[in-house]
Structures are given as C-alpha cells and as structure tokens.
C-alpha cells in the first residue's frame, strides 16, 4: 500500500510535456511526516488552551473571583440601595422612584390628613436613607383627605340613646358612655360629654356621653349615744347632713343622742338628712308649797309633783297644832324629780299658863 502511494507521489512530480523521470529520494517522505506531526501538536496546544482558559472564566464569574481590566471597580450592581424620601408623593411618584432602583412600594393604611391631599403619602415605616436589599418593599401610609370638624352638639339633659342619635345625626362616626354618680341629675340622663360641649372635634374622633347614675347611696351610721359634735361629724364622714332637736330625758344624760331618723343601716342617697334628738337631761320640777297644809295634803302635793317630803320632827309654833311649817326647798325653788322637801310639824303655841 505505501509502496503504491510512493509511486503516485513519484508520478505526480511529472510534466505531461517532460518525459523525464525525476530523481525518488526517499528522505523528501521523512521530512514530510515529521512536519506534519509538529503541526498537530501545535494545534492540540491551542485547543487545550482555549478548552482552560473558558473553564478558568466560568469559575472566576461564579464565584466572584474574577476581576476585568479597570482595578477594583465591580461591573455589578451594589446588591444594596438607599431609600428615598417618599413623604410628600403621589402612589404613582412614590412607585416610579422605587422602581427605579429595583424596590417595591406597599401601602399598609390610610389616615386622614389636614395637610396631605387623597392619595399622597403621609409617612414610610423604612426611613429614609436606610440601606435595604434590592428588591425589598417599602411600606407606607397614604393620606385619606383632610380632616372633616364638627361641633358637639349640646345633649346634656337628655335620655342616653336620646343624645347618642343626637351626636350620630351631627355626622360622629364614633360615641362612647360613662356613668358616675351625681347629686343633681336625674338616674339616665346625660351631664355632659367629652370633649366638651361646643368644641370642635374631627368626625371620627370617639365622643363620650357622662351618664348620671343618680344619687350615690350610702348606709346611714348608728350616733344613738354619742355628743351632738360626735354625731355630726360621723354623718358628714358619709356624705350626709344632720338635724338636731332636743328634749329631756330621766335615762339619757345631757347632750348625748336619744334617738335617729331614719335608722341605723337604712339606705340614703349621698347628702340626705338624719333627724336625731340630743337629750336635755332630766328636767326640774318646781316644788310646791306646802306650809299650812297638813301632813296629809302636804304628801300628797309633793307625790303628784314628783317629789318627796320627810319630816325632820315636831316644833312649837304659832301654827295651829298638825300643820307644816318651814319646808325646804321653799316652795317654787326648780329641782330634779325624785328629790326629798324636808319640813316640820307644827305643835301649836305655846299654852298659857
């Protein structure tokens, strides 16, 4: 077989118009298999080279490592942004500056606004200037419109759902109640509201109607026994008033109580009054008179009177025999009841001899 392929070489090397052979030299075939073999090397070099230096980019550009021409500057973006002040923008304005540096824009809630128009937003829960991740959402509150005020309407004096329609008809959204004791309105009605009657408030804002609970009772304490002063200290310490009189009395001593009204225990509404009598000790009796009466009439005059009478003994005198004479107390002197008159008994004049 290379017998034949050095023929044709052989051949080939001849002019169609010579007839001469040219010389074979069988050195020409060495040459040209060795430089065919160098130009496949070479070629085989290029290839492993081109097949390394594609592997090296891949990898350098996954991990990070590599780096072009210009230094340490990144031909990434920053995988961080700032973000802005959206206070003050409209939803679309607010949107198309995110967007433009790859953020999203989330609205969370409307609030009513005196001084921002529907729709433009009021505050960012992200401030601005913080650094985020690209790609993260920035929360917002948007402005509902201004603020509508309304007047408070005047409901004191009125039922509770009386003056709660009142208030929903005057355009407030939004009414509470509270109840609390009170000496003057009637049980149900209401006192007063807050904020107060008359003042301007925003429509949404929470009105509160004070609701009278009546008077607050309380239990009226026991003074039987003790100083007027006592007395009405105890019920003033409960929010209640007192009336004193007074009377005599054979048990109770001077100036303590007698009795009360109402009783001990029973229910008054705050500022009610207690009735109580403060004795005046017992009361005197005056003594009557009893000289010239005899001893029978004389006892009897001071019994009926409250009073007793003893006899200190028999004297002469100008009385006729059996009378009284010289009664001590005198007669219409003022005593306690129950004390004794002493007086003597009249033997007569003395006989004449």
Known sequence: MEEEERRHRRKSYRSDDDTDELPYDEDDDEELSSGTKRVNKVLLGVIIAMIVAIAIFDIGSATGLLRFAGGDKKTEKSETVKVPDLVGMTEEEAVEKLDKIDLKLKVVSEEESDKYDKGVVISQKTASGTKVPRGSTVP??????????????????????????????????????????????????????????????????????????????????????????????????????????????????????????????????????????????????????????????????????????????????????????????????????????TYYISLGPDSEE
């Not at 010239?292 to 409250?306: I, Y």
């Not at 028999?314 to 001590?328: A, R, Y």
Request: no cysteine; proline share 5%; charged share 20%.
């Open 140 to 341: 917002v509150v948007l402005s509902s419109g201004k603020v509508e005020e309304i007047t408070i309407p005047d409901v004191s004096g009125m039922e509770e759902d009386e003056a709660k329609q009142k208030l929903k008809d005057a355009g407030f959204k939004k009414t509470d109640s509270e109840y609390t004791y009170d000496e003057t309105a009637p049980e149900g009605t209401v006192i007063e509201t807050s904020p107060a009657i008359g003042t301007k408030v925003p429509a949404d804002q929470t009105v509160i109607v004070k609701v009278s609970k009546g008077s607050e009772s309380v239990s009226v304490p026991n003074i039987v026994g003790m100083t007027k002063d006592a007395a009405m200290n105890k019920l003033g310490s409960v929010g209640l008033q007192g009336s004193a009189t007074s009377k005599y009395s054979d048990s109770v001593p001077e100036g303590q109580v007698i009795s009360q009204n109402p009783y001990a225990g029973t229910k008054l509404a705050t500022g009610s009054t207690v009735s109580y009598v403060v004795s005046k000790g017992v009361q005197n009796v005056s003594v009557p008179t009893i000289n010239g009466s005899s001893e029978a009439n004389a006892l009897s005059a001071l019994k009926a009177a409250g009073l007793k009478g003893t006899a200190l003994g028999n004297i002469k005198s100008d009385e006729p025999l059996g009378t009284v004479i010289k009664q001590k107390p005198a007669g219409g002197k003022e005593v306690a009841p129950g004390s004794t008159v």
